[in-house]
Structures are given as structure tokens and as C-alpha cells.
């Protein structure tokens, strides 16, 4: 293992939940193959941050994995254009018959935070189109799933990026422009959604007296009950919890983690979670003014990653396997520029510093000829 300012967190959480479920399995509260291979899901991811982490050593290594991941971010979002005619929320492929719109719209968060992020922080114009153009399908794809999960986290990345990227004004104007278009510019769908949430179910009868108004949908109410049976779980066994997989489902990362794995893993988890802010920052902070295009990367992480801290309000975004293996990787080549940027750094100072080159004199056709 390379060392690495996230190692001891990583570790730490490891730890953590890896201690809970062997207690839950010791009292019965966990089936034994069923939580080993969800602690081993994501073990995995951190498998492939380590992996990324010690293979690449040169700028061509990163950009290779890149390129890829971004081929594959072009192919999902036409994907999920494919499905906006049939009316229906868009998901990603291969996810049954009933899909995950939540998973597709954590995945298409996390891409859009970071193009748009190159895209601002970028001064070739070129590059300045391609990622624009590359968002803006993004943020429709985004729309059409539906997910309010993925509109918090939006919302959450796009105040990341609006402080600390240069050109945030036209990230701002943006915000602006499509707030007072709403109407136009947002699909009907999307803005039924939002509403959707605020609204209850009317009762059978209007003249029936209720003696508890709820205010919101019943999805949101099924999630406000789930989070008060997680809250009356991790009371019962609050220092270790549950172990993985030994309390009920739960759409929420952090009270899932709080009812599986007790103060303990919560801790560490949020540990996890602060580490991981504060070095993609300290490394964004180290790279301003070495390569706008790494520049712009790891502003996308970070702010991609607050995105998701807000999408785990309600969903298990960390667990995730579409959402957690593209962040990762991701955070594996923002913490690999040690390796390739002091290379891309005198590259870059080489060319400032050698004298422009003399344009050769073509003889012009008076001389020629003369």
C-alpha cells in the first residue's frame, strides 16, 4: 500500500464496520455470508482507489484512465436521452426491470460537478465547448431522473463551485437564468417532482377530520420512519450497532451507518468523509496556477464529493457500486498528482522560458523573381 494522507481514516472505518458484523453475526443479528460480502463490496472500492493510486506514474497513465471514464459518462448519458421519449424516470442499463433512477442520478452529479469544473477553470476554447456542451447534456440527463437526492447534492455542488471557481459568474448567471425561466427552461416533470414532495395524500373523504396533518408525500413519510426506527435501533446497541446488513433496509447512508455500526463506525465514517474534503482541497489548492485542466479536475471532485454528501441524505450513495467506483477512481488519480504534476510543472516552464521561435523569411515574389 502507498502511503497516503487517507490510509489511517480508511483503515479506521475498515476497522470499524469490519468489528460491528462480526459482532452481529456472533449474536445472530447478521446472516454471515450476507454481511461478509457487503463489508467486501466496499473493501473493493478502496481496492480500486489503491489500485489507481499505484499505477499511475506519468501524465499519460492518468489521461488514459480519464478518457475512458469520460467515454463512459458520453455513453450513459445517451442511454438515458434514449428513455426520455417513453415518459418514464431514466436509469442506467442493467438495472431490471424497475431501474435505479437514484444510482444514475448520483453517477451523472459527480460527472457533471466535474465538467463543469474544467469547463470554468478552463481558458482553451476548444476544451471550453466540448465540456460545456458536455454538462449541459448531464444536467438534462440529470433532470430526467427525477431524483431529489441528486437535486440537493446539485445544489450542494454547485455552491462549491460558485466560490472557488474563476469564471463563477457564468456558473452563477446560469443559476439565475434558469430560476427565473423555470416554467420554459425545466421539464413539467421535474418541476411535478419537487412539488411532489410537499404534497400529502387527500384523504377519502374531504369531511374526514384527520388528527395528524402530514405535509409531505408518502415516500418522504416512509423515509422520516425509516430514519426514527434507525434512530430507536442504534439506542439499543450504540456503541458497535447492528453490523452490515443486521437492521432493516434504510435509504439513507448516514443513519444506516449510525444503525449498522454504532457511534463507533459513525465516527470514523465522518472522519472518513472530513479527510477525504480536506485533502482533494489541499491538493486543488496546491495545483491553481500549475494546470488549469487538473486544476479544473480536482475542483470537480470536491465539489462532486460534497454533491454526494448531499445525495447520502437519502440514499446509500456510499455503497452504490455505479456511484462509489467512479468516485474513487477518480479520487485515485486526484491523489496520484504527486506523481505525474512536477513533470507537467517544468514542462510547462520550459516552454514560458524558451525564446519564441523566428518566423522564417519567404522570399516574397518581387525578390523571387528579381
Known sequence: MLKSPLNGPIYAYTAAFLLSTGAGILYDDVEPMLGAFNCLKFIQYLILFFLVLHSIESEKDARK?????????????????????????????FEGKGGEPNTLGGYLLFILSITLAIFLESRSFYRQVFFAVFSILCLVALFYTESRSSYIGLLLSFIILAVSAKKRNFLLVGIVITLIFSSVLLPSRVIDRINYTFESEAPA?????????????????????????????????????WGVTGFMFLDAQYLKVLAETGTVGMVTFLLLLA???????????????????????????????????GHAIGTNTFIIIRVMEPFWLFLGIVMSYSHFLP????????????????????????????
Open 343 to 370: 513533470e507537467v510543472a517544468e514542462r510547462m516552464q520550459a516552454k514560458k522560458a524558451a525564446p519564441p521561435k523566428k518566423e522564417e523569411e519567404k522570399p516574397s515574389r518581387v525578390s523571387f523573381f528579381t
Open 205 to 241: 373523504n374531504p369531511f374526514e377530520i384527520k388528527e395528524e396533518i402530514e405535509t409531505v408525500d408518502p415516500s418522504t413519510q416512509a423515509r422520516l420512519h425509516s430514519w426514527s426506527e434507525a434512530y430507536k435501533g442504534w439506542k439499543k446497541y450504540p456503541i458497535f450497532g
Open 65 to 93: 484512465i480519464i478518457n475512458v471514464a469520460f467515454l463512459t459518462a458520453f455513453i450513459i448519458v445517451v442511454y438515458a436521452f434514449s428513455q426520455i421519449p417513453a415518459g418514464s424516470r431514466v436509469t442506467a442499463p
Open 275 to 309: 479527510a477525504i474534503y480536506r485533502n482533494i482541497r489541499k491538493t486543488y489548492l496546491a495545483v491553481r496556477g500549475v494546470n488549469e485542466y487538473y486544476q479544473g479536475l480536482a475542483l470537480g471532485v470536491l465539489a462532486g464529493f460534497v454533491g454526494l454528501c
